[in-house]
C-alpha cells in the first residue's frame, strides 16, 4: 500500500495568494483527518471527514480556511487568502471507522511557507 | 487548556541506557492513547498504543506503562539506539473514530 499521499510537499507562496494542498488516503479508509503542526502549537486538528462527510471543522482557524472531500479518495484544503502566519506543515491522516482500535496513519505532509 | 502535557521537552540518552517520556491528561472520557514517532521532514508514525484497561504493553524495545488513577502514562525504550533519534508524540483520544489530541513532543536524542 502506497500510504497516505500529499501534494504538494512544499509550498511557497506570498501573502494573499491561495493555497490549494491536497491528500489522498490510504485507499479503504473512510476516515480522513487535517492536522497542523507548528513549533509553538504542535499537532493540532483542523477538520475530519467520515465517510467524505465533515464532522467536525471547529480547529478551522477562521473563513480563510475551507476543506473538501469530494469522494473517497480525495480531500482538499484551502488557504484563501494566505497569510505568514499560515506557515506550517499540514498533515492529512486516515483510518477505518469500522471497528476498533480506529489508528490513524499520516502521510508525509506540506511545507507551506507564506511570505 | 492542554488536554494532554507531554514531558520533557528533550532527553539525551546514551547508547544502550533507557529513554523514558512522561504524559499526563485531563478528560477521563480518553480511552485510547498511542504513541507516535517523527523523523525530520516525516510525518508522525504511529509506534505503539495502548487502552486503560491494560497497565502495560510491550512492543519489542518500546514499552508503554498506564496509570488510570493519575490519569498518567509514559514509554519506555529500552536499549535505546542512535536509530530512536526523533521526536515522540504521546496522544489521546475519546471512544469512537475521533480525533487525536496531541501533547507538544519530546525530541530524543541518542549518543554513542
Known amino acids: 500500500d502506497a500510504g497516505v499521499i500529499q501534494s504538494p510537499r512544499h509550498e511557497v507562496t506570498e501573502m494573499g495568494q491561495e493555497v490549494t494542498l491536497r491528500c489522498k488516503p490510504i485507499?479503504?479508509?473512510?476516515?480522513l483527518f487535517w492536522y497542523r503542526q507548528t513549533m509553538m502549537r504542535g499537532l493540532e486538528l483542523l477538520i475530519y471527514?467520515?465517510?467524505?462527510?465533515?464532522?467536525?471543522d471547529s480547529g478551522m482557524p477562521e473563513d480563510r480556511f475551507s476543506a473538501k472531500m469530494p469522494n473517497a479518495s480525495f480531500s482538499t484544503l484551502k488557504i484563501q487568502p494566505s497569510e505568514p502566519r499560515d506557515s506550517a506543515v499540514y498533515f492529512c491522516?486516515?483510518?477505518?471507522?469500522?471497528?476498533?482500535?480506529?489508528?490513524?496513519?499520516f502521510g508525509p505532509g506540506t511545507r507551506l511557507t507564506v511570505t | 487548556q492542554q488536554q494532554v502535557k507531554q514531558s520533557p521537552q528533550s532527553l539525551i540518552v546514551q547508547k544502550g541506557g533507557i529513554s523514558i517520556i512522561n504524559c499526563a491528561y485531563e478528560n477521563t472520557a480518553f480511552d485510547y492513547f498511542p504513541w507516535y514517532q517523527q523523523f525530520p521532514g516525516k510525518g508522525p508514525a504511529l509506534l505503539i498504543a495502548?487502552?486503560?484497561?491494560?497497565s502495560e504493553k510491550k512492543e519489542g524495545r518500546f514499552t508503554i506503562s498506564f496509570n488510570k488513577s493519575a490519569k498518567q502514562f509514559s514509554l519506555h525504550i529500552m536499549d535505546s539506539q542512535p536509530g530512536d533519534s526523533a521526536t515522540y508524540f504521546c496522544a489521546a483520544r475519546g471512544s469512537g473514530n475521533t480525533p487525536l489530541v496531541f501533547g507538544k513532543g519530546t525530541r530524543l536524542s541518542v549518543i554513542a
Open positions: 495502548i487502552r486503560p484497561d491494560v
Open positions: 485507499s479503504g479508509h473512510n476516515s
Open positions: 491522516a486516515s483510518s477505518l471507522s469500522q471497528g476498533a482500535p480506529h489508528e490513524q496513519y
Open positions: 471527514f467520515n465517510n467524505n462527510v465533515p464532522i467536525d
